[in-house]
């Protein structure tokens, strides 16, 4: 007899039956209350804003699930919310996937939706419609998550890869190698402690304000009058990245190719917090090539570089914010990295991969 | 962190480099031993600050990559065994053998895992004695006294599912041999700073009683690598070759006498098989009979098939100095990190890599 | 392979010792340098510590690259140190 209260998720929560149900209505519903999912149909139905819509999907198996600074319910939401913030876009709505490996905890399960809509509510976003499957012991380790989410992009806002332009400051929005490091930290056999957390974090209110921080300046100076004619696309702020796999080295090569232009970084403007240099020192890895889930990079135009950082700095997830590097004519398509010692070299994509499982 | 960033000071790096323009009247070529020099000069972009007249040619110091064709197809045959769990440090993995890799046999259910140290590997076997748990022992000096540490400790402990796979070598006896191939002209040689650590300054004696150059034991930070580059060019300059140790925060003459100790107790000398030297006698490392229990090679005896390289790998040249990586045709085309045909371009020490990464080849 | 990292002795049990690098903490081996004790700096390598880092000789070190630097009369004025990758 199957128990109904069981404290483990079972294959026959995932068959669509009556524990089905009632993993839906007594975990799902408990915390992720909102009219379009309440209503329970086969799809969402939403209202369909005007203008251009922004739509991605990500999967998420990292592991462990729950790590400091956030779990992979959290990251599931953030990151899904962050490639839309990305396109400049205001993000709306999420669906959750869910992969279920028989005999997870219901607490751990319950701890994950509630951190997804605690996520989802700091991001303004709703979770709307989802799935649950549940696979055999063994098949899934623990939980696999998957989010779509789409975004409504305002009218005048051009944000893409391809837009980067010589000239153009390179901003990053904080110290990177948190997350990728906190969860080599995580992993048994590496025998090391620290305090570091994941960056995990929602970044459309950090691209809200860097977008409003150049609409916002009403007393536009003639340079900037003029370089905003000159600029063909809308927007002054031509590409947002968030570096997660491959860390920022990789995410710079990606707007590089796309955009055909060069890049050039400075090492010693780059912040890396002192135990994420350490960590990575010690297993020999390079903060450069280790993924973040709370950070973004721009490529803005010169004129309105300080008013963007400025904003960026004045953001809970921006304060530690830094010019990083320029967009260059030279070498299109390469990525250079000016060393501490003043010499130059590639700074080229990751190769292989650096850790597994850690998005 | 103490006793590496004090190391990488720029001010201090422009005034060695400064040093060394002052005094480099002559050309000289420079062989640094060792694959972890290879990739902090490339990271640290050194060969573009230091003169023209100061050319810096990649040694065999790669473990990874000189470990012989029959070594790891031996490696990956006993991986496959149903029994056997086989722990490697990372770069092993993806190094292609005759008929693949660790990889791809891990792909096809082999269980090999990924630890950071010996010490892992004595913990999964603890955990599972139902495993045969082996450990593969790649690495020169710098590594075998700890493998060797942890056989006495399996010993101590009673482990009966424990193995180490030895395939340690000697970074002297190799030295001696590319010197002795004559295949390249070098003025003076960037000693391997931790292996020296272990083995004593003294052990380098040899370079410049016997071939007459000059060796500077040097540390891993740029103002290490600057400092042993000047002293390297001031021992040619003035034709006085001495052993010049440039790390003594680390090395001693006489080494770590304890390490030393433990290796030899576990390990004796004999011939080894390099990837691109051959056979160099009293290179390699081989378990004591008094700890034949723990010899994986005794204990697991696999037969692969013959050993395959690819015709056109150079990985061979690569490691004697002979050429440098964007020589090898296959290098950037046919061979890239992502798809390897030689260790060298797969191993986190080895130059090809090294070269790839940092984009050397784009700035010839 | 040749990676191996200077790193303070915390505290020592037996031959296992708590080192810290930069705020990180980690579990050695001190097998291969019993004499290590708690406060020094020991180089770790794959779990071992490997070797007692000498300080004095590291301040040595230090300080006669900082006089070659000075006394040096063909040392470069306070050059940027600009490189063109070529």
Known sequence: ???????????????????????????????LSNPALARLDDSAVLDAPGGKLAFTTDSYVVSPIFFPGGDIGKLAVCGTVN?????????????????????LPWSDLERIVASMAATAQAAGVQIVTGD??????????????????????????????????????????????DHGMTIMSQREGLRFASRLTSDCAPLNGLVTAMLGSVSENRHVPPALQEAKA?????????????????????????????????????????PVRDQVRAACEMLGLDPLYVANEGKLMACVSPPIADAVLAAMRA????????????????HPGRVVLRTALGARRILDMLAGEQLPRIC | MKYIDEFRDPQLAQKLLADIRARSTRPVRLMEFCGGHTHAIFRHGLRQ?????????????????????????????????PDVTLATFGDMLKVPGSYGSLQIAKAEGADVRIVYSTLDALQIAREHPQRC????????????PTVAAAILQAETERLTNFYVLSMHKLTPPATRAILDAGEVQLSGIIGPGHVTTIIGSRAWEFLPHDYGIPCAVAGFEPLDILQSVAALVDAVEKGQPAVINTYSRSVRPEGNPTALNIMQRVFETSD?????????????????????RFDAARAFPVEPGPAREHTACRCGDVLRGVIEPPECPLFGRACTPTRPIGPCMVSAEGACAAWYQYGEHEQR | MCLAIPALIKSVEGTNAIAEIGGVTRLVSIALTPEARVGSYVLVHTGFAINVVDEQEAHETLKLLAELAAFDPEAAPAASGEHEVH
């Not at chain 1, 993000?91 to 279920?100: D, R």
């Not at chain 1, 953001?315 to 030279?330: M, T």
């Not at chain 2, 050319?55 to 065994?81: F, Q, W």
């Open chain 2, 133 to 144: 748990v082996i450990f593969l022992g790649v690495g020169f000096e710098t590594t075998a």
């Open chain 1, 132 to 177: 649950t499957k549940v696979v055999d012991h063994g098949k899934a380790d623990k939980l696999f998550i998957n989010t779509a989410g789409m975004g409504l992009i305002p009218a005048g806002v051009e944000i893409s890869g391809h837009l980067a332009r010589p000239g153009d400051v390179i901003l990053l929005s904080g110290t990177i190698g």
């Open chain 1, 83 to 103: 490639d839309l913030a990305m396109s400049g876009a205001t993000p709306l709505y999420l669906s959750a996937g869910f992969i279920i490996e028989e005999g």
């Open chain 1, 315 to 330: 953001h809970e997830y921006g304060r530690e914010a830094a010019i990083v590097g320029r967009v260059l004519a030279e």
């Open chain 2, 49 to 81: 600050l230091l003169p023209s007249t100061v050319e810096l040619r990649s040694g065999p110091g790669c473990p990874v990559c000189v470990t012989a064709d029959t070594d790891l197809d031996r490696a990956i045959e006993m991986a496959r065994r």
């Open chain 1, 1 to 31: 007899m199957v128990s109904m209260n069981s404290d483990k998720i079972l294959l026959a929560h995932g068959s669509g039956g009556q524990l089905s149900h009632e993993l839906v209505e007594r975990l799902f519903l408990k915390h």
């Open chain 2, 272 to 292: 080894a098989d390099w990837r691109g030297l051959g056979r160099v006698p009293a290179s390699g490392l081989t378990l004591r009979p008094a700890f034949a």
């Open chain 1, 230 to 270: 000159e600029d063909e696309s809308q927007s002054m702020i031509h590409c947002l990245r968030d570096p997660t796999r491959g860390g920022l080295a990789t995410t710079l090569n990606e707007i590089a190719r796309q955009s055909d232009t060069g890049i050039e970084i400075d090492e010693r403007a780059i």
